[in-house]
């Protein structure tokens, strides 16, 4: 290439980028009609008068944001949110290393193990929570004649709803996270293990100085993927409890969809929402990564 | 991501390293650590299998929660293809959205991986960050404005409309993903063909998509299943009950007159939904994990 001389380069170069935008054209396409146009609408949304039917009525800036923070619902669905993130991502890791850990070597007994272990993953979450629900009811379960005996219900008080719905997710993503940290497990080269082995470490000493220090990128990967998975929730509940009993489930996300298209029907302030949820969502993913990173240095 | 190799599931799913010296604990150590060992992993595997195999069987055994109480058979399924539209109708319109969505994304990402991973032009960097940013703005936020725009372009309530979106979050993934697949071949191949008369086009059409092909089924896969499972696209931009996905058909089905749910429909509808899931699993295991592996930031 060095010995081409700048001429013919150029004309190379420029052949080059017209080929590369044709190819990538497609790409810019969706990228700007399907992501950043609607990024751009919903922050013009979030600071207009826009009704469900009737459309745009206008600027109306800032009421929208101002009725969003105002809502009814608007702290207690941040406050479950954080909750259900916080329980879940907690049980997910620590399932997910857990089971990591007793299927790694490869037997056939754990080979099954680890299939029986990711099947649910392959369910859609709608899927996953259709069939939980069946599973809850205290008509069509397989617990419904023990409900009805000893009176008591999944989803019919918040605490219930709450674990009821945790354990859903917990089924259907622990395979998931058993499989990132497998993978986290065998970039940990043998010979570290070799030399621990030798100075005489017992298997949690090694669990506990090895494994888990150098188990950091996959922690840090899977937190982000499990917060920001579990601040976005809204399948789950939307089947399972539609944000019930008594407002105790409502997510964020499920707020935005109620305001937008349920009772409320007002786009504007569902936009509001949305914005309040995206810079939450890019200040904690940046957070996150910084911690990390600060970690990693030391 | 990193620069390091993506393992494939060979390595992930079968020659996991035997970490631990099995051989070295006496007959009676391996007892006391292997019983509990046993109990816990044939627990856990119940757990986990549990809720597919009690759906499946009680999917054709008699009918909760209906005046109609038949015994074993096909009753609940007769009921779900009996629903409103019909399921053939939903059926019909999850495999379209599915397999258009699939095929878009595998045309976009195919082109834009070329793109990315061979020809440098400008703006290059700034539109694979753009298409990566698509991860940090979550669902939601992008389907109420989205739902305002296909209502302007008269995409309103329309099937394709739901394709072109889930094409659209798919992309970080499926470029990624193409991307290191092109990235993986060794340019000599390609500019071969082109020393002997190919067009760009000709290189890629002949001699690179051949040998990216194992990318483009896991792209497929993974576009397929985010489409056939997605759930809150059709809620939010198909109004028309012809025109609902079978996720979304299923979940009315408990949205019932009168307050009667009809479980064995719904627990019907879960097997229908979840098998052609299973069975891809099953079958593209290895690429399923490959896929996980290497897009593992998607989520």
Redesign the interface.
Known sequence: MSTLTPPRRSKR?RR?????????????I??G???????L??LQ?SASDWPLLA?NRGWNFPDNYVDATQHRLFWDSIWFTLKYTVVTTILLIGLGLG?AL?????TR????????????S??????AS??????Y?P??G?F?DLMQAWGFTFLGTPEGALWSTVFLIV?RY???YM??M??GL??IP?EV?EAA?IDGASTWQTFRTITVPLLRPTFA?TIV?CV??SL?A??QF??LTKGGPDNSTMTI?QL??NV??QGQND?GI??AL??I??LA??VI?VFQLRAFRRTDEN | MTAQTVPTATDVLRVAEPRRRAGRRSPAARIVFGVPYWVLTTALAIIFLYPLIWTAVSSVGPRPGTSQVDGWGFGNYVALANYQAGIWVYLGNSAFVALLTVLLTLVVSTFGGYAFARFSFPGKNLLFLTVLAILMVPYATLLIPLYVILNMVGLSNSLVGVAIVLTMFQLPFSMFMMRISFESIPRELDEAAMVDGATTFGALRRVLIPAVKPGLITVGMFAFLAAWNDFMAPLILITDTNRMTLPLAVANLRVQVQGVIDYGATEAGVVVLALPCILLFLILQRHYVRGFMSGAFKG
């Open positions: 170069a080059d980028a017209l080929q590369g935008w044709l190819y990538a054209s497609p790409t810019a969706f990228v009609f399907v992501f950043l146009l609607p990024l609408l919903v949304m459309g089971l007793l299927v790694q070597e490869s007994w754990k080979s099954f193990l680890r299939t029986a272990f990711l099947v649910p392959a369910l859609g979450l709608a899927s259709l069939l939980f629900y069946v599973l009811s008509y069509a397989p419904a089924w622990a395979g998931f499989l990132l497998l993978v065998q970039s043998d293990y082995r990967l993927l920001t998975g976005l809204f399948e939307y089947i996300v935005i969809y937008a298209f786009l569902a936009a949305s914005v949820v995206l969502l890019v993913n």
